[in-house]
Structure formats: structure tokens, C-alpha cells
């Protein structure tokens, strides 16, 4: 084959050299076939195009170093969560069906309109908001921007833990404000609740809600809650003596909802 002669030497100290070819007379496969035949040729391979590695613009990612840690801050060198490795390959959204990936965090309260966080607020288009009636009929009033269980409308109270919260799980990335949360483009939907184990079980039903009827309409209606995040628990309590919290994580479990909870902070 009448190929080109190679165009440069990458770098001399290595002896490897780049050819550039006419597309339109030869296939890469065809030329490299051909070159590989000389004995002088120990190896060959294609000339692959990089790509840079997936990097938020927010102007305070370097502070986050639970996503990527080297000790630069004074911490353990990568005792962090390796995040920006998981990135490459997705930072959260829609599914390989085009379905919005929800997580419900269940907490105190929530700052909805801060700038992080208002555009990846999950909301019930299924409902009216203010018209005092259930439109689409799941026992829940106005639930346009989730549920508070303590005051049972949507009224959420703006707290800095659940706003904390939210923003490690799902703060939205790359928009050059504020930081990144773990997945850039999830929505969230926001219960307020906890306090005491009661609570909690009534907290807990929303979600459940939402993703059983995303199962049983194929999609069509709910919503595809993959996860319920609490950053609370029981101090001293263990699994056998709350066995009702534990079934309801069961119900939740088999719609294919993954729960979360906090550990007790030991100082």
C-alpha cells in the first residue's frame, strides 16, 4: 500500500512516530495493517482524540473535598468519595428512558429559592398549587413542592440543616455559583419531617407514594424516587426495637427505593 510517510516524531527520546493519511483513499484499519508488517514496527495503534475530565465551574468546588481530596486542605489524601471520577461518566438527570432521577431528602426544612438549589426542586405537577383541594387525589392538599408533615400543606420553613443537606445530595453543578452537589441535574423532593419515630413513618409514605404509582403506571404518572435521604436517627436504638421503621424501610425497599440515614456523632 501506498501510504504517507509519518508527518513527525512525537518525541524523539521514544522513537514513535505520527502518521497522517487521506481519509477519503485509505481506513485507518487498512494503514495500520499495512505499516504493522515491517519488522522494524514494534507496535501501532490509533491516534485517539482525549477528552478533559468532567470539572464543575462552581467557584467553590476546591473547598468540597468529600468529592475530591489532596490534602491540600490538611485532610487524609483521597479520603474522599471519588467523585469526580464517578462524573466522567454521569452526572445525574434523566434516565436511559428519559424519566427525571428523584431523590427525596426528608428533613427539617428547606431554603427552596436558593440559587443551588431552586433548579433541581422536584414539583408535583399533578397538583394545583393554593386551591385547597387534593387535584390528583393521593391524600396529599397542595402538594406542589412536596410535603411538610409537621404542618400538612407544602409550606416548607427555610432551615440551614435540610438546606445543607440538600446541597451535599443534589446542588446543582457547573452553573459557576456556589458548590456541587453529588448529582448535578436530580430533582429532589423535599419532605420536612422527623422528631420522633411516628413522624417519620408519616414522612416516609410520600416518597412511597410517588414511586409505587411511577411502578404500577409504568412510568406514566409519580415520580422514579430512586433514594430518601434523613440525616437523623435514634441515639441508642437499635433495628429490634423499632421493628414498624423497619418494615416501612422494607415497603420502600422492594418500590426500589434505596434509604439513607444518619450515624450517631461520636465527639
Known amino acids: 500500500m501506498d501510504f504517507t510517510k509519518p508527518s513527525k516524531a512525537t518525541r524523539n527520546v521514544w522513537n514513535i512516530w505520527l502518521f497522517e493519511f487521506d481519509h477519503t483513499r485509505y481506513s485507518a484499519a487498512e494503514l ?3 505499516i504493522s508488517t515491517y519488522d522494524f514496527v514494534l507496535n501501532i495503534q490509533r491516534n ?3 477528552q478533559y475530565r468532567v470539572k464543575p465551574n462552581d467557584p467553590l468546588f476546591q473547598l468540597q473535598w468529600h468529592h475530591f481530596n489532596d490534602a491540600s486542605s490538611g485532610g487524609v489524601a483521597d479520603a474522599d468519595f471519588d467523585t469526580d471520577l464517578a462524573w466522567d461518566l454521569c452526572t445525574g438527570g434523566l434516565t ?4 427525571s432521577i428523584v431523590i427525596c431528602i426528608i428533613d427539617d426544612g428547606l431554603e427552596i429559592q436558593h440559587e443551588d438549589i431552586a433548579p433541581n426542586m422536584w ?3 399533578a397538583e394545583i398549587p393554593g386551591n385547597g383541594i387534593d387535584d390528583d387525589r393521593n391524600g396529599y392538599i397542595d402538594d406542589f413542592l412536596g410535603w411538610n408533615s409537621f404542618k400538612q400543606n407544602d409550606q416548607i420553613d427555610s432551615e440551614k440543616h435540610g438546606t445543607a443537606v440538600a446541597g451535599l445530595a443534589g446542588a446543582k453543578g457547573n452553573n459557576s455559583m456556589g458548590i456541587s452537589g453529588i448529582a448535578w441535574h436530580n430533582q429532589m423532593m423535599f ?3 422527623g422528631g420522633d419515630e411516628a413522624n417519620a413513618i408519616e414522612s416516609y409514605a410520600y416518597p412511597l407514594y410517588f414511586r409505587r404509582l411511577y411502578n404500577q403506571s409504568k412510568g406514566s404518572k409519580g415520580a422514579f424516587v430512586v433514594a430518601t435521604n434523613s440525616s437523623w436517627g435514634a441515639d441508642l436504638v437499635k433495628a429490634e426495637d423499632s421493628p414498624i421503621w423497619c418494615a416501612i424501610y422494607d415497603s ?3 418500590e426500589g427505593i434505596l434509604n439513607i440515614a444518619s450515624q450517631r456523632i461520636k465527639t
Open 32 to 34: 495500520m495493517e499495512s
Open 48 to 50: 485517539h482524540l482525549l
Open 96 to 99: 436511559e428512558n428519559m424519566d
Open 123 to 125: 414539583r408535583n405537577y
Open 191 to 193: 419532605v420536612a419531617g
Open 252 to 254: 420502600l425497599g422492594k
